[in-house]
């Protein structure tokens, strides 16, 4: 995004960096890199459910949460956190119904990724099983075949992806990611 300031015909000085000229020879980026390095820094904060300190940038429209067990008690108060009602295989069939899945099956994640060997299919790197949910090593369970391009949401169809690279490919198809970048 270019304001009035930006200057339309002078770059930015730093190697490879086409973007237009902002303040002192750099471009916005560089700018605040250099010169506000923490305009935007990561700061500690406590979880709101537990009070675990936890690393994170201000933001006004986000809660601190230090896990998915306390995002859920945030989301939905404290009896849809934990107990016997909550099924990661339920609540990912409904999802997957909810995305417009016309086959659905019910199966748990810990099946797959013990299948996989906690590895990502996408980067064939190991996923690190205690990392915080929130780290892109994190494993979850992706979709080869998209469920918006009509892909079944079945075991056939699930395999282990670290959270970086299941992120990084979205709705698409695994072949249309490019690896390594």
């Not at 067990?69 to 909550?86: D, H, L, M, T």
Request: charged letters at 20%.
């Amino acid at each position: 995004m270019t304001s009035k300031a930006d200057s339309p015909t002078r770059t930015c000085t730093r190697p490879a960096c086409g973007k237009p000229l902002r303040a002192r020879g750099l471009c916005s980026t560089h700018y605040n890199q250099t010169h506000q390095p923490a305009r935007h820094a990561a700061k500690p904060t406590a979880c709101l459910v537990c009070g675990t300190q936890v690393m994170r940038p201000p933001s006004a429209g986000r809660r601190p949460a230090c896990s998915v067990r306390c995002r859920r008690v945030i989301q939905y108060g404290p009896g849809g956190a934990s107990g016997p009602g909550y099924s990661w295989a339920s609540d990912a069939a409904y999802r997957a119904r909810q995305a417009g899945a016309q086959v659905v099956e019910l199966f748990d994640r810990l099946d797959v990724f013990e299948r996989d060997g906690w590895s990502c299919y996408l980067c064939g790197l190991p996923t690190d099983p205690h990392a915080s949910p929130f780290s892109p090593s994190s494993p979850t369970v992706d979709h080869v075949v998209p469920l918006s391009a009509g892909g079944p949401h079945a075991l056939a169809n699930a395999r282990t992806a670290c959270l970086g690279c299941n992120s990084a490919k979205q709705d698409r198809p695994a072949e249309a990611v490019t690896h390594g970048a």
